[in-house]
């Protein structure tokens, strides 16, 4: 009966996890299908799933429609820069909220990365405006920072809750200052969980629309703006847009699939409470 249960545990576990993943794999499918498709099979009904044959019409038609590789390079540094400053800042702040126990403190960093981003829109817009940085990579970066922080705050913040108060108090007795302890000490022993957030912040901010559409100008559009781009008034182009799309993802999706290991890691290492 040991085994059986076991079986059948196994088995309901296999069910809840393809009926989690199985709506994204299929629009992940789909979106491959669309790209390789011409644009009759694409219109098709009944729907047509295997391309045949299968084209790189839709990619060429994307790398004609504009600089791709100059809106490639617009995300790799609005994502890179935003990440890095929010570690900067959200992991000194992540190992000082966890030692002062200031938990009213992270729920409000955490509000602030649930209130929507057209909320920050508009002040940060006319502050920009103001100061001549409308249409840079310096002032998506800025707006970055709204996503990345908070995220980054509250992840490392509760990674640093876990880690044993011994070894802070131990570094304490032994003469090593405020800055020692979090440099020797704590942020060492917190790099699984510092990954975690950098990789999520990452993708986060690489994802990210609604502020590069209004602040960036027509030489610094990040990818998501291009994919806009490709939409028409006439009719919506599903091949060049599926096509689009999918280089968008590729890179987070081969991030993902190369360090998914510190992902898994750094999250189970953070679930547990240090003694």
Not at 34 to 51: G, R, T
Not at 68 to 79: A, D, E, K, P
Not at 114 to 132: D, E, H, N, R
Not at 179 to 190: D, G, T
């Amino acid at each position: 009966m040991t085994v059986v249960r076991r079986l059948a545990d196994r088995a309901l576990l296999w069910l809840g996890v393809l009926l989690l993943v199985s709506p994204a794999v299929s629009v992940f499918l789909w979106m491959l299908s669309l790209a390789f498709k011409n644009d009759v099979d694409n219109l098709a009904y009944p729907p047509v799933f295997i391309p045949n044959p299968p084209t790189l019409a839709n990619f060429k038609a994307v790398f004609a429609s504009g600089p791709f590789f100059q809106y490639l390079i617009n995300s790799l540094i609005v994502s890179g820069s935003a990440t890095l400053l929010a570690l900067l800042v959200g992991v000194p702040a992540g190992w000082g909220i966890a030692r002062l126990n200031a938990r009213n403190l992270l729920m409000t960093i955490l509000v602030a990365r649930m209130t929507p981003a057209i909320s920050f829109l508009i002040p940060l817009f006319t502050l920009f405006q103001l100061l001549g940085l409308t249409g840079t990579l310096t002032a998506v970066v800025i707006t970055h920072l709204v996503i990345t922080v908070p995220i980054t705050v509250y992840i490392v913040a509760g990674y640093f809750e876990t880690l044993p108060r011994e070894l802070d108090e131990a570094a304490y007795v032994d003469g090593c200052s405020t800055w020692q302890r979090f440099r020797h000490v704590a942020l060492p022993l917190a790099r699984p969980g510092i990954t975690v957030a950098a990789i999520l912040a990452f993708i986060f901010s690489w994802n990210n629309f609604v502020f590069g559409a209004v602040l960036s100008g027509r030489e610094t559009r990040t990818l998501p703006v291009a994919i806009y781009n490709v939409l028409t008034f006439e009719q919506i182009a599903w091949g060049p847009l599926a096509a689009a799309a999918l280089l968008v993802t590729l890179p987070v999706l081969l991030l993902t699939l190369f360090i998914q290991k510190e992902i898994v890691g750094g999250l189970t290492a953070g679930g547990v409470k240090g003694g």
